[in-house]
């Protein structure tokens, strides 16, 4: 931990009790200095508040003046889950998606024991709403940011993180800009034994919503663990939608649980939804939806493909058991995706920057392709191919990518690093060498 954030949580601890400044049980998460931040808070054994430890990593854009929002990454239930979150704020994808805007990226980690009840923080209700905001403003201090405790919220949660996010949206419409729900809603039916349901208001129905899921997740597959998603999702869309809610469904026709190729759609509509929504000044309302770029496409879970998008002014459906979409591009995404997944490209990704040569090992910065991130890393010597890196990109839910990609979306443990190192340099020659990123649409940078 960088010995600034150090000194603060210890000091907070002394006088309040609620953030430790001791090393957490969960050991292997990647050190944070600048632009990196991170607080823990203990569990809590008072009613109302959070029964599990749980810290949050933030990444804050280099150069930022004044920041408009946080996207917030939200991992699933399981200890499992929880530990991937530990890299959530490192992605360089969802970095670029929150540099575009002048937000930051946070990730938190829930430190759930394996067997115990997700509901105690996955439903914001049960502290994590409370600590979630108390995480702002400490690592607002921490960062030199206060506006943290204050800006918009962009929220993506994968399974209870879903439950988390959507809760969330419900709970604070007035700060949530958007919200990416995959495979998981917060509940608007009455159970036994469970909390009460969520009231919708009329704010909540101005945030956009996306319900993503796997087609094996209820829709063609009924008889697995997840067979209960989609009917959740389908109780969750009809509820909103029916009252005129901004909310889609993108069904992903090769998955389960695992969150498989969703960011290619997810990021691009997240960027959609901040570039209309995000005020100019901080302190200034979210802005609604403008509608006229809205599109809409008639709700088919069983052939999601066969439903073209047209603009609303062409949509001749039941607009309640219509998708919302932002706008057109956007709509040619989602065509793409819930046919396959390959939601398509044609831009190179940035440049790699700052080149550095020290005897023969190369390391380099990068920023991630907004629209499609980053495969691997073309190193050439002497304008002749020499490597990849790495030399075989991995990712056993989608296309493989620079980072690697675990259950939640999330990058891989250890981070890779841009670094190579050449082993047979010909000795008395000095050779030039250049950096080329690759994006996993195939494009090459400059």
């Known amino acids: 931990m960088h010995h600034r954030a150090f000194l603060f949580i210890a000091c907070v601890c002394a006088f309040a009790g609620v953030l430790s400044a001791q090393v957490p049980p969960y050991t292997n998460a990647p050190p944070v200095e600048p632009p990196y931040y991170r607080v823990r808070y203990e569990a809590s054994t ?65 430190e759930q024991p394996e067997k115990a009840d997700c509901q105690r923080w996955c439903d914001p209700r049960h502290g994590s709403d409370e600590t979630f905001q108390l995480s702002l403003a400490a690592l607002g201090a921490l960062s030199g940011h206060p506006e943290l405790a204050l800006v918009p919220w962009a929220l993506w949660g994968h399974s209870g993180g879903g439950h988390w996010a959507g809760g969330m949206a419900l709970l604070h419409p007035e700060r949530v800009a958007a919200v990416w729900l995959r495979s998981g809603v917060p509940s608007l039916k009455a159970a036994t034994n469970k909390p009460a349901p969520y009231t919708i208001s009329p704010g909540a129905l101005k945030v956009p919503v996306m319900c993503n899921l796997g087609t094996k997740e209820g829709v063609t597959d009924k008889t697995n663990r997840f067979a209960g998603v989609w009917p959740a999702n389908e109780i969750f869309f009809t509820e909103l939608r029916g009252r005129g809610g901004l909310v889609g469904v993108a069904i992903d026709p090769l998955s389960s649980h695992e969150c ?149 979306d999330t990058p891989s443990q250890p981070l890779v690093p841009t670094r190579f190192t050449d082993t047979n340099p010909q000795a008395g020659r000095i050779h030039r060498y250049k950096v080329i990123a690759v994006n996993t649409a195939g494009m090459r940078s400059k």
């Open 46 to 110: 008072l009613p109302g508040k959070l029964a599990f430890p749980v810290s949050y990593t933030i990444w804050i854009p280099p150069g930022a003046k004044t920041l408009r929002g946080v996207v917030v990454h939200q991992h699933g239930c399981g200890e499992g889950s929880c530990k991937s979150g530990m890299t959530g704020a490192f992605d360089l994808h969802w970095q670029a998606l929150a540099k575009r805007h002048g937000c930051a990226l946070l990730s938190p980690v829930y």
């Open 260 to 408: 498989g190729n969703q960011r290619y759609l997810a990021i691009p509509w997240l960027d959609a939804c901040l570039a209309a929504r995000l005020p100019r000044r901080a302190g200034q309302p979210l802005k609604p939806m403008p509608e006229k770029s809205m599109w809409l496409a008639p709700l088919n879970v069983m052939e999601p493909a066969s439903a073209a998008p047209v603009p609303t002014a062409k949509f001749s459906g039941a607009r309640e058991r219509s998708i919302w979409l932002p706008n057109a591009a956007v709509a040619k995404a989602w065509s793409q995706y819930v046919k396959d997944t390959a939601v398509t490209d044609t831009t190179p990704p940035p440049a790699p920057t700052n080149v550095r040569v020290t005897g023969n090992e190369l390391t380099w910065d990068a920023e991630a392709d907004l629209e499609s991130g980053l495969a691997h890393f073309l190193i050439e010597r002497d304008g002749q191919p020499l490597a990849s890196v790495p030399s075989q990109s991995k990712n056993p839910f989608g296309r493989p990518i620079f980072q690697g990609l675990q259950y939640s």
